[in-house]
């Protein structure tokens, strides 16, 4: 027996790890590589930011001592006051750059930083499907309960379905608001279905959210990717949204340099207070020079 297995005859694992220690895109990717296949999983592009975002990239790096040192633990200075006025517009509420605004390690840990501070063990999670695939696992790991809804065809039996096809019941969505929910996860433009919601269908959502006294957790960082006519929505800039949404973005999707990992979260100061807890033990802070590019 190794002197290892003598230590740690307790438990090792954290009970909160157990069931989530699979991961698609860690197992697809490894498939690809061993069978030599090209991999149509994982969510990047095959070419490079365009050549201005790589210029600005380049001279930030060359910008001297500060860009290789620690920066405001929650967001370059720069880059908050940006992101607060250029959203200020859309959703028609003046956003402050240091309380509103959280910049985080991709939208990935925009999502876990959500989760880990505003969900309790016990609090249902409401999840539209289909979904990204860290949702569920990220709810788990808290404790709280993933309680699904699916979007559905519209139009059935039809040969071809478009993304604006599919739709969310509101009646379906309705039954699954219970005193123990706390929040709703929407993606829009989704993935991967691509829908893009209406106006209408995130009014449906909202009324709900404010009957029942609910977050809602936006995840929209495919919002510049829409095409065909569709215009994205923010479901922050509706009445009485501000306040209990918790908008995610990245510079990721947009300029197709998804290995940045830029993301951020605007919301409600008296929300992200709370996230920025979970930022501040975890990662501290993102890099300096790709905050500065972005």
Known sequence: ???????????????????????????????????KVVNLGH???DFSPPKFVQEAFCKAVSG????HQYTQAFGHPPLVKSLAKFFSRIVGHEIDPLE???????????LFCAFQALIDEGNEVIIVEPF???YQPMVKM????????????????????SSGDWVLSAEELASKFTPRTKAIVI????????????TEELQMIADLCIKHDVLCISDEVYEWLTYDGNKHVKIASLPGMWERTITIGSGGKTFSATGW???????????IKHMKTIHQNCVYHCPTAAQVNT
């Open 100 to 110: 509103d605004v959280l910049v985080t390690v991709g939208a990935y840990q925009a």
């Open 142 to 161: 808290v404790g709280g309960k993933a309680v699904y809804v699916p979007l559905r065809p519209k139009v059935e039996g039809s040969a071809v379905l």
């Open 132 to 134: 990204f695939n860290c």
């Open 261 to 271: 990992k830029v993301g951020w979260v605007i919301s409600s100061g008296h929300i």
């Open 1 to 35: 027996m190794c002197l290892f297995q003598i230590i740690m005859s307790r438990r090792l694992n954290a009970r909160r790890t157990e069931g989530v220690d699979k991961n698609v895109w860690v197992e697809f990717t490894k498939l690809a590589a061993d069978y």
């Open 64 to 67: 001297g001592p500060q860009m």
């Open 43 to 45: 969510g990047f592009p």
């Open 187 to 198: 993606n829009t433009p989704n993935n991967p279905l691509g829908k893009v919601y209406k």
